[in-house]
Each structure stands twice: as C-alpha cells, then as structure tokens.
Nanobody, 131 residues
Framework: QVQLVESGGGLVQPGGSLRLSCAASAHTFSTYTIGWFFQAPGKEREFVAA?????????????EDYADSATDRSILRDKAKNTVYLQLDNLKPADTAVYYC???????????????????WGQGTQVTVSS
C-alpha cells in the first residue's frame, strides 16, 4: 500500500511563496516516480512537476499545462526525510487550486503529464493565492 501525505498549503498573497511537502515511505521513493498535480475549481487535474527514482525532473512547460508559466516552481527530494517538496514562488491568483502528490511505477516518460497514468494519490492540500 502506497500512502502519500501532503502538507504545506495555505493562504498566501500574490507574489508570495509556498513549499508543499509530500511524505511517504522510503520504499515508495525508491520504487516510484513522484509527481505533483493541481486542480483548480471546475477544471481538470493538471501536471506540475515530477521527479524519478534516479532524480530526473520534469516540469510542465506550457501555459496550458500550468496556470501561469511565470510562476516559479521546483521539485526537490530529501531522501533522509522521505519527503518530496514542491517549491512555488511568485504565486499568482491563477495558482489557486488543490495540489496533489502522486506516485507511479516507472514507465514511458511521454505519459508523465497524463493524470490517468499515475497509480496512487494523496488527499491534496489547498493553496489559495489572494490579497
């Protein structure tokens, strides 16, 4: 059983930053690719970033894939803490959404942005960007 526990969401002003955390077991991080998606109200779940077991990173690189490509985001992994982070900087109101951590067994990287190609999901953490 893969369990993913997100935390770190909250209310932030435009231009601010948040670091979201996804905690899981050491076995999970040594076996699965870990990714982050966001889902705005009334919208589909969309890919933000992912990191593989070997540490390769992938990012959504079009405005269609992420609310605002001007928002800086970085995916980071701390093996000692069994945690993957999503650092979000220069947040904008369009970034308001529930952010989900997900895990999947390694497969063709071309499918990494497809939420249907991910096997496990956390419960989500709300991010609200508002003044």
């Amino acid at each position: 059983q893969v369990q993913l526990v997100e935390s770190g969401g909250g209310l932030v002003q435009p231009g601010g930053s948040l670091r979201l955390s996804c905690a899981a077991s050491a076995h999970t991080f040594s076996t699965y690719t870990i990714g982050w998606f966001f889902q705005a109200p009334g919208k589909e779940r969309e890919f933000v970033a992912a990191i593989t077991v070997r540490g390769y990173t992938y990012y959504a690189d079009s405005v269609e894939d992420y609310a605002d490509s001007a928002t800086d985001r970085s995916i980071l992994r701390d093996k000692a803490k069994n945690t993957v982070y999503l650092q979000l900087d220069n947040l904008k109101p369009a970034d308001t959404a529930v952010y989900y951590c997900a895990a999947r067994r390694p497969r063709n990287a071309k499918t990494i942005t497809d939420s249907n190609q991910w096997d496990y999901w956390g419960q989500g953490t709300q991010v609200t960007v508002s003044s």
